[in-house]
Nanobody
Framework: EVQLVESGGGLVQPGGSLRLSCAASGFTFDDYAMTWVRQAPGKGLEWVARINWNGANTDYTDSVKGRFTISRDNARNTLSLQMNSLRSEDTAVYYC???????????????WGKGTLVSVSA
């Protein structure tokens, strides 16, 4: 059974930092790309950051470029998202998702975690 368990969310002040982690199990982690997706209150889903199977290729939505860094540890089956210079508009539930492919092709996720809430507020 595929399981994706996020952790690391919480309340942080604007300009602060948080590091999200995702523990993956039930599949061969290094065979698949992974994507962080978020959903802000009252808004739709937005992909945030993607990483291919070996970590060599990454991609970010424009609003987080230069502030967020996605990474993976294939030896530990762990996906991470380092978030710096956080803004109020980053407030959202962040989901760890598994892609259907190992490369960064069109968005196609087949498994999702339950999410972790990030709140950015003074």
């Amino acid at each position: 059974e595929v399981q994706l368990v996020e952790s690391g969310g919480g309340l942080v002040q604007p300009g602060g930092s948080l590091r999200l982690s995702c523990a993956a199990s039930g599949f061969t982690f290094d065979d698949y790309a992974m994507t962080w997706v978020r959903q802000a209150p009252g808004k739709g889903l937005e992909w945030v950051a993607r990483i291919n199977w070996n970590g060599a290729n990454t991609d970010y939505t424009d609003s987080v470029k230069g502030r967020f860094t996605i990474s993976r540890d294939n030896a530990r089956n762990t996906l991470s998202l380092q978030m710096n210079s956080l803004r109020s508009e980053d407030t959202a539930v962040y989901y760890c998702t598994k892609d259907k492919d190992r490369r960064l092709r069109g968005l196609a996720m087949d498994y999702w975690g339950k999410g972790t809430l990030v709140s950015v507020s003074a």
